[in-house]
């Protein structure tokens, strides 16, 4: 499977970014994380093909992510950012059996 990551880029705090991550063919699970420098991976967001949610308690309430089934595709917008939301962004999928990683996207949040 292959994963083609978007969207990221520079913002102030308090701005709104869109991620997206396209994948190559239908898979079950996929999550959004990042890793900021110093600091290790953190898992930020997924989503199952069934549409449950998980988000990663710093985001919750700013952060939305959904898919797009028929388009393989996975989303995440992101709002009310803030400075320590920047990190690089890796989209990640994964069935019972691998999981897969897409290149990452810079996000920085301007204070």
């Known amino acids: 499977v292959q994963l083609q990551a978007s969207g990221g880029g520079l913002v102030q705090a308090g701005g709104s970014l869109r991620l997206t991550c396209a994948a190559s063919?239908?898979?079950?699970?996929m999550d959004w994380y990042r890793q900021a420098p110093g600091k290790q991976r953190e898992l930020v967001a997924g989503?199952?093909?069934?549409?449950?949610?998980n988000y990663v308690d710093s985001v919750k309430g700013r952060f939305t992510i959904s898919r797009d089934n028929a388009k393989n595709t996975v989303y995440l917008q992101m709002n009310s950012l803030k400075p320590e939301d920047t990190a690089v962004y890796y989209c990640?999928?994964?069935?019972?059996?691998?999981?897969?990683w897409g290149q990452g996207t810079q996000v920085t949040v301007s204070s």
């Open positions: 990640h999928a994964r069935t019972i059996f691998d999981d897969y």
């Open positions: 063919r239908s898979i079950s699970i």
């Open positions: 989503i199952t093909s069934g549409g449950r949610i």
